[in-house]
């Protein structure tokens, strides 16, 4: 053993024995076996195990725990229920694993003001379940709803299948309370509908554990609208489908959800949850329509029309609420769905300009073939975040290599066409290098001004969602687009 | 409608600022130049910098420089049936699209349709090094990067100049209607807060000399359906009832009283200080005309939860906005250091420190 693994294994100890003075035994993990169900979040081809994972109950213990690791030098990564798809929660080996999951309580609803103040270890889904009894919910519904929590929802700006209609977590939030790296308590926002100085709440909101640990989230509280209904149309081509959202948004619709599947996924979809979809189709869209009723109707007879005349081959609406529930189970199942027709699958997320839908679907389909790995496609329509789902199997050797590539490939496509490499997923560890990208110098070295503000050290999630220019410029290196070398202006290592 | 881009001679500016460490003061259109603290320097005039650059209606997106005057993007939204959601204030027929992102002001839909910084999409930035930099875009979802366009939102240019932005942008209601009716402060406040919990398409609510204004937007049948369900009489579309709170023309703010912007949880009780109120934003937003000491306002508002900033006369090189905790102010330091590190840009125009 060198003499500097020696040091640090004697102040790894150290600080674990902190630890253990600060929070109760059980609240302190350092087996490899304790610490097995933390070594990655919901995008799995990432693992690594954490130095220890701490699991403290109270905002003080958290202050705590940051002070200690501050004065240490150690780095923190915080962690909700672990079901992001970046990478963004993966844990470090000479680093702290915070999980935030003992916080669970649901503070407030305060129903005269539409608003609820939780711990950031509440499930989403549970905030809408205890402000129903007030004719309220909770807007933003990540499919990850049932298992995701609130805290993690505003470190990844979580979306969902709502979001043209009633916006992203940051629409939806008023006030934050935050425990900084140095371990201050920290109030951003208010119960106000805005506060004094800069407007931190967004600039928190999709930080990704970058800038301080959320310890508690007030939320802003939606009456439920008086009905829903939804409408599923077919078509033989999906640029045809593609058509037909800008033609629903032309007639002055702002529908509540709407999504585009394409033909892989639909057949998965129908023999996964038989919601009675068109298998033969080469898109369907599902529009759903809320608001009052007579609101609701007269939509309905416009979007019937508009998709008529759009091509579709065929238009349903559901007839009841259960069939309702059954056009949305298809589409919220298709990724399990995908699942059982695939060893494994990637989920990629891009947001393009509509208007590109047809462009970027024609190359995907173009890179299929390059790269021999098929697609389905499960597509927010309304707001144009993609999710293409890339089948592959990862026991076969370079297969995961291979999808990787493709995946970076429709990435770097949809900034191209005028979009962004992360609509909803964030970049955690898994889109760093697209960073480089979407972004130039100046950009990147603002985003590292910005968390040196917050956090001068660097404890905070290091080496997550921001690259440093030097892993640009050796990205870059390898990366020449479209005949440029990207970031020219760096020095090449 | 003018569609130039003067980008080069106004990094040219910041560039030679940046150098001999002059202080500048953003200028656009001038309409807002009455809000904030009194700030000094160079003027760096943005209002030649104009131009709507692109509008897709079916992508609900306008992308535009920042001197565009707010005028031409709400006549060119108004031509394919689309508006910006915030109904933002204009205060002047000079106001620019970067003023209203800068001053970060919404009008009454504020509560229902969201603020300002909600339909930021995206920014072209000219920071404090003089150079020019790009976040956020022209799409609805996107967590790349932190969110720095809409951190512009409200910053009073302190932050950098706003060259471009891009905002989201909606479909206007088919129809709307005001109903009114007559009752107690106290009344009006529990029926506003009541409603944020009833399906009804309310748009915009307000409380002022003794009545309660509630507007309905929609299509046709759902406001009539609306309209069963609420009191009140209805009130004429000529009185341009919203556009005359949203721009201060109505009789309670010619007043040489100072003009308080009180920001309170909506429910909020009425508050114990004298002076003139007006409700607006379902009583989130209030409005005071008093000759009340800053201290006394400010003890009383803290207490509810509330902030309260000096909008029109009064002291302006005071504390104009309410004043952040310590450890607050520190931060916002350092967050106005890393966009403008020699602090060129409106320097004291929110706070004497940023």
Redesign the interface.
Known sequence: MSADVARTNQQQAKLISALRQLLPAEAVLTDAEDLRPFECDGLSVYRRLPMVVVLPETVTQVQSIMHLCFNAGVPVVARGAGTGLSGGALPLEDGVLLSLAKFKQILDI??????ATLQPGVRNLAISEAAAV???YYAPDPSSQIACTIGGNVA??S?GVH??KY??T??NILQLKIV?VDG?L??IG???????????L??M???EGM?GIIVEVTVK?L????RAQVVLAAFDDVAKAGEAV??I??A???PAGLEMMDKLAIQAAEDFAHAGYPRDAAAILLCELD?????V???IMTVRDVLKYSGATEVRTAKDEAERQLFWKGRKSAFPAVGRISPDYYCMDG?????QLAKVLSYMSKLSDEYGLAVANVF?AG???LHPLILFDANKPGELQRTEAFGRKILEFCVDV??????????GME?IDQ?CV???A??LS??H??K???DPEGLLNPGK??PTLHRCAEFGAMHVHNGQLAHPELERF | MSNTSISEQLQTQVQQASETGRQLNIIGGGSKSFLGRQCHGEALDVSKHCGIIEY??????ITARAGTPLQEIEQTLAAS?QMLPFEPPHFGATATLGGTIAA?LSGPR??YA??A??FVLGCKLL?GKG?????G????????????S??M???YGT?GVILELSLKV???P?ATLTLLHECSETDAILFM??L??????VDATCYYKGQCYVRLS??E??I???QKKLAGEKLSQQSHFWQRLREHELSFFDSSKSLWRI?????TPSLPIDGDWLLD?GG??RWLQSNTDVSTIRNIVQQY???A?LFRNGDRNSNV????PL???R??Q??K???DPGSLFNRGR??AEI
């Open positions: 305060d129903p005269d003001n539409a608003m007030h004719n309220l990844e700006n979306g979001c043209l916006g992203l940051v629409h900084t201050e920290l109030t208010g119960a106000t509908l805005d506060s004094p100085g800069y407007d931190l967004a600039l909101t999709g930080s800038l509280l009456a439920k609208p008086e800008g033609a948004i032309a002055g619709i702002i608001g009052s009723n007579a609101e109707s007269e939509q947001t393009i300009p509509r208007r927010h707001d144009g975040n005028g979009g962004t490499i992360t609509g909803e997923h964030g970049v889109k960073m979407q972004f130039q100046a950009e603002q985003f001004a910005i040196a503000a917050f969602a921001v | 897709d209606p079916r992508e609900l997106v049936g970060g504020r509560p969201g603020s910084r909600d920071n150079e020019v930099t790009q976040f875009g022209q799409v609805m979802k996107n967590v790349a990067g932190y969110d720095v809409r951190l939102t409200g910053a932050l909606l479909p206007r088919a807060s009541g944020l919990s009833k399906a009804l398409p929609g299509s049948k759902s009539i359906e609306a920001s309170v949880k909506p429910a934003w989130a937003q939860d509330g902030h900033s906005f309410q004043p952040l450890p607050m102010q931060l916002q350092r967050i250091a890393s966009f929110m706070y």
